[in-house]
């Protein structure tokens, strides 16, 4: 579990999978406490340097997408799992949205007709079932 303090100030424990936990305690080293992300001088990383880095690292990797910024890396959160079928709720939970209708903004699928109700009423209808 990692603890996040978000938005006012609001501290929030968060579930890490095995893989991402052990990548943070190799970051982290022997500290308990203090930010994961540190700047140049052991600092908390600001936005500016987060978009500095990722920009550096999306380079290194040969990634040509203009105008990287740490924020695609929540739009592919949230995105992913929409796709993936996770319930419009449990994404709203794990994105820490306060209203439905800020998940509802990364839906890009949301246009697509398959999966319309009235679609997904008729497959249901046609089914037999």
Known sequence: MLKVRGKGGKVVLVPLPPAVGRAIDRSV???DDGPILRN???GRMDRHAATRRLRHLAET???RIPKMHPHMLRHTFVTTMLD???SLRDVQIAARHADPR???RYDRARKNLDRHPNYILAAFM???T
């Open 40 to 42: 140049s001088r052991g």
């Open 102 to 104: 800020t998940t509802i």
């Open 29 to 31: 080293d022997e500290r």
């Open 126 to 128: 046609a089914s037999g």
């Open 61 to 63: 990797a040969d990634l």
């Open 84 to 86: 993936a079928g996770v």
